[in-house]
């Protein structure tokens, strides 16, 4: 092909990717989110879904898209046309597989754009009523005297809560064993049945659990307190300096997709969490809206979360199922 018509070709992409931009949307977006309907993730990402729409003009559609954890929704994301079309709400299992998982269908920073982070998400860490613990120095005695006793349940290899007890365990010494669920829901019910000894869940479930009197709240994961539950003291304050564990959702759209596109989705981003009442039913779902929603600075938070994470799995011995 001649230069002229390198060129010539080259200006009709730019052009036609100018075009897209200017009439973006002109239909529904869909927003795949790759965890179960119900889930916190989920939950969230409809409140974000139906104020974004507001912003947008257009509908976004929540596709709840599973399987092989989280990596189904994100590989059918990171395959999709880069039209601003197809988005991405995820969480820090983005930054966790691509050290835990040796053979992913995609590149977690080669195959994404970054739109905004939404919202971090801090854990709890809970027990059931028959433990004989009621703050964690309590407990992680008690996990000492009895090394039977020192069970967890997570909702999956690589899950938040997983990667979060992981960090506990190097940080205080104390041998653990996993017991790995699918999801949430199955870990919560067994803790309840006293299957194991403690569980570190998303604050969005964990508190409401623990609110009323079915297992018991002993602390938040976050480096300070949440204002959900001000008496719950943080681990850190609880004698394990340093640790800090969280969730959040994060916006991300294909690679390659227009940046004036992005930037229109980031302005709607920005719109829904500016909302009063889009705030108070984030806050109320136990997540701590983002102070920095930048695609710049979520590239930036992404990378960090890679290095954080990957030196657990790496240090913790962590494998796939």
Same mark, same amino acid.
Do not use: C
């Given at each position: 092909?001649?230069?002229?018509?390198?060129?010539?070709?080259?200006?009709?992409?730019?052009?036609?990717?100018?075009?897209?931009?200017?009439?973006?949307?002109?239909?529904?977006?869909? =927003?795949?989110?790759?965890?179960?309907?119900?889930?916190?993730?989920?939950?969230?990402?409809?409140?974000?879904?139906?104020?974004?729409?507001?912003? =947008?003009?257009?509908?976004?559609?929540?596709?709840?898209?599973?399987?092989?954890?989280?990596?189904?929704?994100?590989?059918?994301?990171?395959?999709?046309?880069?039209?601003?079309?197809?988005?991405?709400?995820?969480?820090?299992?983005?930054?966790?597989?691509?050290?835990?998982?040796?053979?992913?269908?995609?590149?977690?920073?080669?195959?994404?754009?970054?739109?905004?982070?939404?919202?971090?998400?801090?854990?709890?860490?809970?027990?059931?009523?028959?433990?004989?613990?009621?703050?964690?120095?309590?407990?992680?005695?008690?996990?000492?005297?009895?090394?039977?006793?020192?069970?967890?349940?997570?909702?999956?290899?690589?899950?938040?809560?997983?990667?979060?007890?992981?960090?506990?365990?190097?940080?205080?010494?104390?041998?653990?064993?996993?017991?790995?669920?699918?999801?949430?829901?199955?870990?919560?019910?067994? =803790?309840?049945?006293?299957?194991?000894?403690?569980?570190?869940?998303?604050?969005?479930?964990?508190?409401?659990?623990?609110?009323?009197?079915?297992?018991?709240?002993?602390?938040?994961?976050?480096?300070?307190?949440?204002?959900?539950?001000?008496?719950?003291?943080?681990?850190?304050?609880?004698?394990?300096?340093?640790?800090?564990?969280?969730?959040?959702?994060?916006?991300?759209?294909?690679?390659?997709?227009?940046?004036?596109?992005?930037?229109?989705?980031?302005?709607?981003?920005?719109?829904?969490?500016?909302?009063?009442?889009?705030?108070?039913?984030?806050?109320?779902?136990?997540?701590?809206?983002?102070?920095?929603?930048?695609?710049?600075?979520?590239?930036?938070?992404?990378?960090?979360?890679?290095?954080?994470?990957?030196?657990?799995?790496?240090?913790?011995?962590?494998?796939?199922?």
């Amino acid at each position: 092909m001649s230069r002229r018509l390198v060129a010539f070709a080259g200006a009709l992409a730019l052009a036609g990717s100018a075009f897209a931009a200017d009439t973006f949307p002109s239909k529904s977006v869909v =927003l795949v989110i790759p965890y179960a309907a119900g889930g916190p993730t989920d939950a969230l990402g409809r409140v974000l879904a139906d104020q974004m729409s507001k912003a =947008l003009g257009q509908r976004i559609v929540v596709e709840n898209r599973t399987g092989a954890g989280v990596m189904v929704g994100t590989e059918a994301v990171a395959r999709a046309k880069p039209d601003g079309y197809t988005l991405l709400l995820t969480t820090v299992a983005h930054a966790v597989n691509p050290t835990l998982q040796p053979k992913l269908a995609y590149d977690t920073r080669r195959d994404f754009a970054s739109v905004g982070l939404a919202a971090t998400v801090p854990l709890v860490i809970l027990t059931h009523a028959g433990v004989p613990a009621r703050t964690l120095p309590e407990l992680l005695t008690y996990l000492k005297a009895q090394p039977a006793q020192a069970t967890y349940g997570s909702a999956g290899i690589g899950s938040a809560p997983h990667i979060a007890t992981e960090l506990l365990r190097l940080k205080t010494g104390i041998p653990m064993r996993h017991i790995p669920y699918r999801g949430t829901a199955p870990a919560m019910n067994d =803790l309840m049945g006293g299957q194991f000894t403690f569980f570190i869940d998303s604050a969005t479930t964990g508190l409401k659990f623990a609110s009323s009197g079915k297992v018991r709240a002993l602390a938040i994961t976050s480096a300070r307190r949440s204002p959900l539950a001000p008496d719950l003291p943080t681990v850190a304050e609880s004698g394990v300096p340093g640790y800090e564990a969280y969730t959040w959702n994060a916006l991300f759209a294909p690679a390659g997709t227009p940046p004036a596109v992005i930037a229109k989705v980031q302005t709607a981003l920005n719109d829904a969490l500016a909302d009063r009442a889009t705030r108070e039913r984030i806050v109320g779902l136990g997540a701590e809206i983002a102070a920095d929603t930048t695609p710049a600075s979520l590239d930036a938070f992404v990378q960090a979360e890679i290095v954080k994470w990957g030196e657990v799995v790496r240090a913790s011995g962590m494998r796939p199922e």
